[in-house]
Nanobody
C-alpha cells in the first residue's frame, strides 16, 4: 500500500533549483517526523532534511545546510524540499519518509524510519 509519494524530481544544471513534494496518502497521526533522504548509486542512504511537524523544527545535513529548505503544509499532509544552488553531488534518488518522534525529537538515521515513498530522481549536471 502506498502511503507516501514523492514528486518534483528532474534534471537541472549546476546552480539550478528544484522543489520536491511528498504527500501522505494515508495519514498517520503519530508520524510527526517527516524527512527527506537520498541515495546515490553505490552509496548508502543518507539523511538530507527532517521536519518535526508539530513544531516545524527542521534538521539539515551539513552538506545541504544553507541550500535546502524543508517545509510543510500540515493540513494537506505534505512536506516540501526546496533545493537551491544544486551541485552534481546532489544527484541521487530522493525519498520521503515518516517516523514517530523519540524523546521529543526526530531521529536522523534512515534506519529509524518505517514509512517510505517510492523515490524521485534528481540529476544535477555540470
Amino acid at each position: 500500500q502506498v502511503q507516501l509519494a514523492e514528486s518534483g524530481g528532474g534534471s537541472v544544471q549546476t546552480g539550478g533549483s528544484l522543489r520536491l513534494s511528498c504527500v501522505a496518502s494515508v495519514y498517520s497521526y503519530n508520524s510527526f517526523c517527516m524527512g527527506w533522504f537520498r541515495q546515490a548509486p553505490g552509496n548508502r542512504r543518507e539523511e538530507v532534511a527532517i521536519l518535526y511537524r508539530t513544531t516545524s523544527t527542521p534538521y539539515y545535513a551539513d552538506s545541504v545546510k544553507g541550500r535546502f529548505t524543508i517545509s510543510q503544509d500540515y493540513s494537506k499532509n505534505t512536506v516540501y524540499l526546496q533545493m537551491s544552488s544544486l551541485k552534481p553531488e546532489d544527484t541521487a534518488i530522493y525519498y520521503c519518509a515518516a517516523d514517530s518522534p523519540q524523546g521529543g525529537k526526530c531521529l536522523t538515521s534512515p534506519n529509524d524510519y518505517y514509512v517510505w515513498g517510492q523515490g524521485t530522481q534528481v540529476t544535477v549536471s555540470s
